[in-house]
Nanobody, 127 residues
Framework: QVQLVESGGGLVQAGGSLRLSCVASGGFLGYYSVVWFRRPNGRDREWVSCLDSTDGTTTYSDSVKGRFTISHESPKNAVFLQMNNLRPEDTGVYFC????????????????????WGQGTQVTVSS
């Protein structure tokens, strides 16, 4: 059973950047589809970005497109989320999650497809 640990969250001013990490153990991320979700304060969880680790295909929600970049580094068995030009509305707890590779970058907003969740990392963007 793969396990996921996120890190890299913190407090940053609007316009700043953070790089979140999701490190896997007990399994190879290259065999999965990986999704970053977030739970903004007081709001429902929403998907942010999706990666098909088998072929590198990525997709992003409209709210982060052009500002966030998801990437996979096989030697580190990790997926990263580079977040630039952060806004106060990006504040929340960020989770990485894996699901079966066959989903690719489809149905990224469907949390019922998730097999394993990380514990989350807090991102706070001040105005």
């Amino acid at each position: 059973q793969v396990q996921l640990v996120e890190s890299g969250g913190g407090l940053v001013q609007a316009g700043g950047s953070l790089r979140l990490s999701c490190v896997a153990s007990g399994g190879f991320l290259g065999y999965y589809s990986v999704v970053w979700f977030r739970r903004p304060n007081g709001r429902d969880r929403e998907w942010v970005s999706c990666l098909d680790s088998t072929d590198g295909t990525t997709t992003y929600s409209d709210s982060v497109k052009g500002r966030f970049t998801i990437s996979h580094e096989s030697p580190k068995n990790a997926v990263f989320l580079q977040m630039n030009n952060l806004r106060p509305e990006d504040t929340g707890v960020y989770f990485c999650a894996v699901r079966r590779a066959l989903y690719g970058v489809g149905y990224c907003d469907d949390s019922t497809l998730v097999q394993t969740w990380g514990q989350g990392t807090q991102v706070t963007v001040s105005s």
